[in-house]
Nanobody, 121 residues
Framework: QVQVVESGGGLVQPGGSLRLSCAASGSIFSINAMGWYRQAPGKERELVAV???????NYANSVKGRFTISRDNANNTVYLQMNSLKPEDTAVYHC???????????????WGKGTLVTVSS
Protein backbone atom coordinates (compact mmCIF):
# COMPACT_ATOMS: atom_id res chain seq x y z
CA GLN A 1 0.00 0.00 0.00
CA VAL A 2 1.06 3.59 -0.61
CA GLN A 3 0.63 6.42 1.87
CA VAL A 4 0.61 10.09 0.92
CA VAL A 5 1.04 12.71 3.65
CA GLU A 6 0.99 16.49 3.26
CA SER A 7 2.47 19.06 5.63
CA GLY A 8 3.25 22.74 5.82
CA GLY A 9 -0.17 24.36 5.87
CA GLY A 10 -1.14 27.12 8.25
CA LEU A 11 -2.30 30.69 8.65
CA VAL A 12 -0.52 33.38 6.65
CA GLN A 13 -1.21 37.03 5.90
CA PRO A 14 -1.99 38.21 2.37
CA GLY A 15 1.23 38.64 0.44
CA GLY A 16 3.00 36.03 2.53
CA SER A 17 4.54 32.69 1.61
CA LEU A 18 4.17 29.05 2.55
CA ARG A 19 5.89 25.88 1.43
CA LEU A 20 3.89 22.67 1.33
CA SER A 21 5.48 19.24 1.32
CA CYS A 22 4.06 15.87 0.36
CA ALA A 23 5.79 12.55 0.91
CA ALA A 24 4.76 9.23 -0.59
CA SER A 25 5.82 6.07 1.23
CA GLY A 26 5.12 2.36 1.39
CA SER A 27 5.47 -0.38 -1.21
CA ILE A 28 6.44 1.84 -4.12
CA PHE A 29 8.10 0.49 -7.25
CA SER A 30 7.97 3.75 -9.17
CA ILE A 31 6.20 7.11 -9.24
CA ASN A 32 5.05 9.04 -12.29
CA ALA A 33 3.25 12.36 -11.96
CA MET A 34 2.75 14.16 -8.66
CA GLY A 35 0.37 17.03 -8.16
CA TRP A 36 -1.37 19.49 -5.90
CA TYR A 37 -5.08 20.17 -5.84
CA ARG A 38 -7.14 22.39 -3.60
CA GLN A 39 -10.71 22.59 -2.40
CA ALA A 40 -12.17 25.76 -0.95
CA PRO A 41 -15.33 25.71 1.18
CA GLY A 42 -18.37 25.19 -1.01
CA LYS A 43 -16.30 24.65 -4.14
CA GLU A 44 -15.14 21.68 -6.15
CA ARG A 45 -11.59 20.39 -5.98
CA GLU A 46 -9.37 22.04 -8.60
CA LEU A 47 -5.92 21.44 -10.00
CA VAL A 48 -3.21 23.76 -8.69
CA ALA A 49 -0.04 22.32 -10.20
CA VAL A 50 1.34 19.05 -11.50
CA UNK A 51 4.83 17.78 -12.27
CA UNK A 52 5.58 14.73 -14.40
CA UNK A 53 8.26 12.16 -13.74
CA UNK A 54 10.42 13.96 -16.27
CA UNK A 55 9.99 17.31 -14.54
CA UNK A 56 7.46 18.94 -16.86
CA UNK A 57 5.18 21.28 -14.94
CA ASN A 58 1.70 22.66 -15.45
CA TYR A 59 -0.12 25.27 -13.39
CA ALA A 60 -3.61 26.64 -12.98
CA ASN A 61 -3.84 30.13 -14.47
CA SER A 62 -4.77 31.53 -11.08
CA VAL A 63 -1.39 30.57 -9.55
CA LYS A 64 1.02 31.02 -12.46
CA GLY A 65 3.93 33.23 -11.50
CA ARG A 66 3.19 32.86 -7.77
CA PHE A 67 3.44 29.11 -7.07
CA THR A 68 6.25 26.72 -7.94
CA ILE A 69 6.02 22.94 -7.88
CA SER A 70 9.14 20.80 -7.54
CA ARG A 71 10.01 17.25 -6.60
CA ASP A 72 12.72 15.15 -4.97
CA ASN A 73 12.63 11.82 -6.74
CA ALA A 74 15.09 10.18 -4.36
CA ASN A 75 12.68 10.77 -1.47
CA ASN A 76 9.35 10.50 -3.35
CA THR A 77 8.49 14.02 -2.25
CA VAL A 78 6.80 16.92 -4.00
CA TYR A 79 6.79 20.53 -2.85
CA LEU A 80 4.63 23.55 -3.53
CA GLN A 81 6.22 26.93 -2.90
CA MET A 82 3.45 29.50 -2.62
CA ASN A 83 4.32 33.21 -2.77
CA SER A 84 2.22 36.37 -2.88
CA LEU A 85 -0.66 34.51 -1.28
CA LYS A 86 -4.17 35.89 -1.61
CA PRO A 87 -7.29 35.29 0.48
CA GLU A 88 -8.76 33.37 -2.46
CA ASP A 89 -5.94 30.83 -2.09
CA THR A 90 -7.54 29.70 1.17
CA ALA A 91 -8.38 26.01 0.83
CA VAL A 92 -7.48 22.49 1.84
CA TYR A 93 -4.54 21.48 -0.33
CA HIS A 94 -4.35 17.84 -1.35
CA CYS A 95 -1.43 16.02 -2.88
CA UNK A 96 -1.72 13.10 -5.24
CA UNK A 97 0.74 10.77 -6.83
CA UNK A 98 0.61 8.18 -9.60
CA UNK A 99 2.47 5.13 -8.38
CA UNK A 100 2.77 1.45 -8.98
CA UNK A 101 3.81 -1.18 -6.50
CA UNK A 102 5.36 -3.62 -9.03
CA UNK A 103 6.71 -3.27 -12.58
CA UNK A 104 3.80 -5.35 -13.88
CA UNK A 105 0.95 -3.53 -12.08
CA UNK A 106 -1.08 -0.58 -13.29
CA UNK A 107 -0.55 3.01 -12.28
CA UNK A 108 -2.81 3.99 -9.39
CA UNK A 109 -3.51 7.50 -8.12
CA UNK A 110 -3.15 7.93 -4.37
CA TRP A 111 -4.42 10.93 -2.42
CA GLY A 112 -3.40 12.51 0.86
CA LYS A 113 -5.90 13.81 3.41
CA GLY A 114 -4.88 17.42 2.84
CA THR A 115 -3.43 20.36 4.71
CA LEU A 116 -5.31 23.58 5.39
CA VAL A 117 -3.99 26.88 4.09
CA THR A 118 -5.68 30.01 5.40
CA VAL A 119 -4.76 33.41 3.98
CA SER A 120 -6.15 36.15 6.18
CA SER A 121 -5.15 39.32 7.96
Amino acid sequence: QVQVVESGGGLVQPGGSLRLSCAASGSIFSINAMGWYRQAPGKERELVAVITGGGITNYANSVKGRFTISRDNANNTVYLQMNSLKPEDTAVYHCNTQARVHWYTSWVTYWGKGTLVTVSS
